[in-house]
């Protein structure tokens, strides 16, 4: 069984669109939202699935059965699959069988990188769009930031590293874990933090020059630029 985030008409959050974020911004893909999460950022957009102060965890979760969340992934004729959250580490023991049974997708995972995952998942997975934390996020560094993780992932040839920008200061903060994990420049994207697409393209304006000066990518948020922050767009 796995926690799957249930949309407001009541059916496991499991859609068609493209992606949004990172190295594959713009390709078609099927999405899979998990619940549960291990930490708790301050600009968050899917606090369903964990903050369960503001939140019925009755109401937002869906405990699913392997074979009907893989009947509901392959209802659309694309075979590229997103799994993201929530942070999916926690529950994956439980993606290992359902993640098996699709062996003929292009499968990437989505992970704030804290939790090292199982080396039987490892080998399913095609891309790992790794996004630490930074201390913007509102986290304590304990929890957002995991040396044993962070090694694992930057010596990963399946990772790339996506973090969220605020302000020019946190290029500081990015500095230095990429030098502290041995990270290569061109696996690293900047992305900006905004629910808006005021707050996204006046961060991506001058994220550019940030990106063009220390060889970084940019990534965008093209989901919120089409549909704002709609939920299963």
């Given at each position: 069984m796995l926690k799957v985030s249930r949309q407001p008409d009541g059916r496991p959050e499991i859609f068609h669109s493209v992606q949004g974020e990172g190295v594959n911004t713009g390709k078609p893909a099927v999405f899979l939202r998990l619940s549960l999460c291990n930490l708790a950022c301050t600009w968050c957009d899917t606090r369903y699935t964990w903050d369960w102060e503001q939140y019925d965890p009755k109401e937002q979760i869906l405990e699913l059965p392997v074979e009907d969340i893989a009947r509901e992934i392959l209802r659309y004729d694309c075979r590229y699959l997103v799994v993201t959250g929530g942070e999916p580490m926690i529950q994956h023991k439980e993606l290992v069988p359902l993640l098996k049974h699709l062996k003929s997708y292009y499968i990437e995972i989505e992970t704030n990188g804290t939790i090292v995952p199982r080396s039987e998942l490892v080998g399913l997975i095609d891309q790992w769009s790794v996004s630490p934390k930074l201390e913007n996020s509102g986290n304590p560094p304990s929890a957002r930031e995991s040396p044993r993780a962070y090694k694992f992932f930057s010596e990963?040839?399946?990772?790339?590293?996506?973090?969220?920008?605020?302000?020019?200061?946190?290029?500081?903060?990015?500095?230095?874990?990429i030098q502290e994990y041995d990270i290569a420049r061109e696996k690293v994207a900047l992305m900006p933090e905004g629910k808006d697409t005021e707050a996204i393209l006046g961060r991506s304006r001058w994220l550019v020059g940030l990106c063009k000066n220390e060889g970084y990518m940019l990534s965008t948020r093209l989901q919120v630029l089409l549909w704002d922050n709609k939920r299963g767009m």
């Open positions: 990963l040839p399946s990772s790339c590293f996506k973090y969220v920008i605020q302000q020019e200061n946190d290029l500081m903060e990015v500095k230095r874990m």
